[in-house]
Each structure stands twice: as structure tokens, then as C-alpha cells.
């Protein structure tokens, strides 16, 4: 236990920032929620009938962003609830959803996801997940889908969203950052393979063999240049992410002795004129019976 989560009697967890208070972690999180929902075109881009949605609930919500969008773009939506392990973030979502005066609409409650879902059977419609390879570990994956089905009605969908580990950048010192992740992630057990898509290969086998039907998938490509406005967040997302990340780097692969550099030299070659980078994201998703 780190001396932060004694103090406030926190138990560890299994999140990729352990402190759940880091206010670094929750910036970067309301930029990239922006970022990526714009990417992908929207909240739910490839579902043919939003309208039929009534009940949402988000699982590991983060600051809110993509929930609130939800509830802004579909009027009809009666209740949407957004549930995650850090009161922080929690609390800054809560915020937003009252200051657009979604509040009643819209609740965040602390929950870990791991322990269970605290919600009685068939509760929701639509079951959104995105990024959960930030905490999940391979093994915890039945656990959750199994909770995601109780808390379903029959022929509610269950919704995973999950990115690769950045590829293609014209930053090399941004791809070994990557690289490192890539890494990190394949030791702690929260990829399956240790490969860039080693979860978001793994969506459409994990949604079917856990009981769910009609399972079907979308790959997403977000495109990123220097000095446009995605750019920028880009580019912000990145340098927090090196900061906040480090740790978990470190737990997993180990000391890296030129991190620093390697980080120096990224803060450079994202911000030259002709920066390119792109994300592959792949959404995932499944009918209960
Ligand atoms: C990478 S963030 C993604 C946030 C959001 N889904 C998005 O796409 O912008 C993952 C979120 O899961 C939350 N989280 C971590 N462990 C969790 C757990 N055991 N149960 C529920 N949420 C958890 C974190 O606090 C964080 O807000």
C-alpha cells in the first residue's frame, strides 16, 4: 500500500494510477474522453437505433464526459449512471452533469466494478465499458461480463470499447514510450497477448463465449496532426500520460534507465509542425437473450 491510500484507508487497486486522487490522471481522462468521442464521430456511432435506449450505465465513467454526451444527445435517455472507484473524478463529473443542469437525469455513484455491480437484475438497456484495460486483468474479465448480463434486461446490449497501443506516430520516442506500455500491460495480466491489440483482438471471443449473442464489432481509426485542435489534445493527453503512467511502467517492466530522455524527446517531436500520429480503437458489442 502506498502511504496516500493508508491515509485515506483506500485498498489498493488494480487501475494503472493507483492514486485515485491524481489530478494529472483526471485531466488527461476529461481530454481524452473528449478526444476519443469526437474521433469515433460521437457517443455511439455505429448503433442503428440509439432511440430504443432508456436506462445507461457506464462502467469505470471517469470524469463523466462520454455519459453526459450521451444524455445531451439523446433527450429521451430517463436515467443514466455512471459508476468508477475514484470519488475524485467522480465528484468533477457530478459537477458538469449539475452545471448543464443534467443532474436529474445523470448520477455517478463510487463502485468497484471488480466486487460487483450494485444494481438489481435487468436494471439497464445499454451497458457501455470503455478503456477497461486500464484495470482489468485477464482473469477478471467472466466476473464482469457475467455481472454485465445480470444487470441487463433481456436483448439490452453490452458495449466494450478498446484501443490498441499507438503504432503508427511520426515520434519515434513516442512509439517506444508505447512500447513500454505495450509491455507493462502484457506483464500485470491485463493484455492476453503481448501484442498491441493484445484486449480489443480479444472483445468479440470474449462478448460470445460469455453469453452473449449477435455479437458484432467496429474497428475506429483517429487520425492526429499538429496544430489542429484534436492535435493539441493529442498532444496533451501524451505528455500526462508519460507522467502518470511512469509508475506502472516501472512496477512492471522495470527501471528504464533513459525514461527521462525518451520522454524529453517525445515533448519535442510531437510538437514539430509535421507530427502525425494515429490511434486504432475497436468497439465491441452484444445482445443478452
Ligand atoms: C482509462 S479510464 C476510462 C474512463 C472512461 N471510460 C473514458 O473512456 O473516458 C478508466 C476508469 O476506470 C476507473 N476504474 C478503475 N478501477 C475500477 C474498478 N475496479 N471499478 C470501477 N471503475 C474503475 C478509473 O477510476 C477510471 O475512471
Known sequence: MTYSQEKSGEQPNTYFVQDRSNEQE???????????TAGMGGVLPEQSDPARFHRVLD??????????????????????????ISKNMLDYARGQA???????????????????????????????????MSYLRTWEWPKLL??????????????????????????????????????AFYQSGHFFTPEPDGVSSQLVRL??????????????????????????????????????????????????????ELYQQMLVEIQQADFVATLKLLSAWGTKM
Request: charged share 25%.
Open 59 to 84: 462502467v469505470g465513467c471517469g470524469t463523466g464526459g462520454w455519459l453526459i454526451e450521451m444524455a445531451q444527445t439523446y433527450p429521451n435517455l430517463k436515467r443514466l449512471v455512471g459508476v468508477g
Open 146 to 183: 457475467s455481472e454485465f448480463r445480470r444487470v441487463l434486461r433481456p436483448g439490452g446490449i453490452a458495449r466494450l470499447t478498446e484501443g490498441d497501443i499507438m503504432i503508427e506516430s511520426s515520434s519515434s520516442a513516442s512509439l517506444k514510450l508505447a512500447q513500454l506500455l505495450q509491455q
Open 207 to 260: 462478448l460470445s463465449q460469455y453469453g452473449f449473442k449477435d455479437v458484432q464489432m467496429q474497428v475506429y481509426e483517429l487520425h492526429y496532426r499538429a496544430e489542429t485542435p484534436e492535435g493539441r489534445d493529442f498532444i496533451e493527453d501524451a505528455k500526462r500520460g508519460s507522467r502518470t503512467l511512469a509508475p506502472f511502467i516501472r512496477k512492471w517492466v522495470g527501471v528504464v534507465e533513459d525514461y527521462e
Open 26 to 36: 483526471l485531466e488527461r481522462l476529461r481530454i481524452q474522453d473528449k478526444m476519443v
Open 98 to 132: 449539475v452545471e448543464l443542469q443534467l443532474g436529474e437525469r445523470v448520477e455517478f455513484q463510487v463502485m468497484d466494478a471488480l466486487r460487483m455491480l450494485e444494481f438489481p437484475n435487468a436494471s439497464f438497456d445499454l451497458l457501455n465499458q470503455r478503456f477497461g
